[in-house]
């Protein structure tokens, strides 16, 4: 690994997490005219066919075998179920409510990593998750609505939260047998397969909705799915499922700066103060433990 493939692996994950940041504004409009199946299938299909015409051009292959576990996991859990649960359950939750249950998913990668990965759980990593969840929290209660909570709605943002989970810690072993294209491009083909039962909705929904809807469920596809998922996978395959897990607790407080620009919706004084909580909980589980130095020094050898 040469010494630029880890700035290149943090830019990555840094344009992911602003890319599916600015998901959040185009599913807020695409979703008052496409339902949560169609709006899944119609940014999967997106998806699918421009990273399919990238794995044509570059030949990149049929993925070996050892693959492709990691693929077909990811592909129906974080491509497929995820994107409909995560489209259903913010038509049956306020966004606060939404945005807290979902935010459980770094947790969960952070456990997946340590027992499915043997990855190791720092008091950094700790500290960082446990503060930048509680910018998220205070984020998602500054965003609540008018107390719109249901049972389906909070089943349906844990179920997202969880298949986002194991999707990304199922990613990690196949990237080491497959380029993260090659992960990402599959994934989002077995993930639209799987929706295809919704087709027959999408084309009468899509033959109904405005252009501009119909625009931001292609930009779905091509920037936040196939550009960020292809970006996600090249920075995982450099580090570790708990710490890149970490980076997405940026996502609410971007959703609140996003929100301001495109939407006009002006951020609340807790919602910027849960941002900057978001912040300092990323940079604190980015920080490195420090090596405990050699106790009782080197052991003089023996003549």
């Given at each position: 690994?040469?010494?630029?493939?880890?700035?290149?692996?943090?830019?990555?994950?840094?344009?992911?997490?602003?890319?599916?940041?600015?998901?959040?504004?185009?599913?807020?409009?695409?979703?008052?005219?496409?339902s949560p199946g169609a709006l899944?299938?119609?940014?999967?299909?997106?998806?699918?066919?421009?990273?399919?015409?990238?794995?044509?051009?570059?030949?990149?292959?049929?993925?070996?075998?050892?693959?492709?576990?990691?693929?077909v996991c990811s592909g129906l859990?974080?491509?497929?179920?995820?994107?409909?649960?995560?489209?259903?359950?913010?038509?049956?939750?306020?966004?606060?409510?939404?945005?807290?249950?979902?935010?459980?998913?770094?947790?969960?990668?952070?456990?997946?990593?340590?027992?499915?990965?043997?990855?190791?759980?720092?008091?950094?990593?700790?500290?960082?998750?446990?503060?930048?969840?509680?910018?998220?929290?205070?984020?998602?209660?500054?965003?609540?609505?008018?107390?719109?909570?249901?049972?389906?709605?909070?089943?349906?943002?844990?179920?997202?939260?969880?298949?986002?989970?194991?999707?990304?810690?199922?990613?990690?072993?196949?990237?080491?047998?497959?380029?993260?294209?090659?992960?990402?491009?599959?994934?989002?083909?077995?993930?639209?397969?799987?929706?295809?039962?919704?087709?027959?909705?999408?084309?009468?929904?899509?033959?109904?909705?405005?252009?501009?809807?119909?625009?931001?469920?292609?930009?779905?596809?091509?920037?936040?799915?196939?550009?960020?998922?292809?970006?996600?996978?090249?920075?995982?395959?450099?580090?570790?499922?708990?710490?890149?897990?970490?980076?997405?607790?940026?996502?609410?407080?971007?959703?609140?700066?996003?929100?301001?620009?495109?939407?006009?919706?002006?951020?609340t004084a807790g919602g910027l103060?849960?941002?900057?909580?978001?912040?300092?909980?990323?940079?604190?589980?980015?920080?490195?433990?420090?090596?405990?130095?050699?106790?009782?020094?080197?052991?003089?050898?023996?003549?």
């Open positions: 690994m040469t010494s630029r493939t880890p700035v290149l692996a943090v830019v990555a994950a840094g344009v992911t997490v602003l890319l599916w940041a600015s998901a959040f504004v185009s599913i807020r409009v695409a979703g008052e005219f496409y899944a299938l119609g940014r999967l299909l997106a998806g699918a066919l421009v990273l399919g015409v990238l794995l044509v051009a570059t030949r990149s292959g049929w993925p070996a075998r050892a693959a492709w576990p990691g693929i859990l974080w491509f497929g179920v995820y994107m409909v649960a995560l489209n259903w359950g913010e038509r049956e939750v306020d966004a606060g409510t939404a945005a807290l249950l979902v935010n459980i998913g770094p947790v969960l990668i952070a456990l997946l990593g340590v027992v499915w990965l043997g990855e190791r759980l720092t008091g950094w990593l700790v500290a960082g998750g446990l503060v930048a969840f509680a910018g998220a929290a205070v984020v998602g209660a500054t965003m609540a609505g008018p107390g719109h909570v249901t049972w389906v709605g909070v089943v349906l943002c844990l179920v997202a939260a969880v298949t986002y989970a194991v999707g990304v810690v199922s990613q990690k072993p196949a990237l080491a047998h497959a380029s993260p294209l090659q992960v990402s491009g599959w994934g989002c083909i077995v993930g639209a397969v799987a929706c295809l039962p919704f087709a027959p909705v999408l084309v009468a929904e899509a033959a109904a909705a405005p252009w501009w809807a119909s625009a931001n469920v292609v930009y779905l596809g091509v920037f936040p799915t196939a550009v960020a998922f292809t970006l996600w996978g090249f920075a995982l395959s450099h580090m570790s499922a708990s710490r890149l897990g970490a980076t997405t607790y940026l996502v609410p407080a971007l959703v609140v700066g996003l929100s301001w620009v495109l939407l006009g919706e002006v951020p103060a849960g941002g900057v909580l978001c912040l300092v909980g990323v940079a604190l589980s980015r920080r490195e433990p420090r090596p405990r130095p050699a106790v009782g020094g080197p052991v003089p050898a023996v003549r």
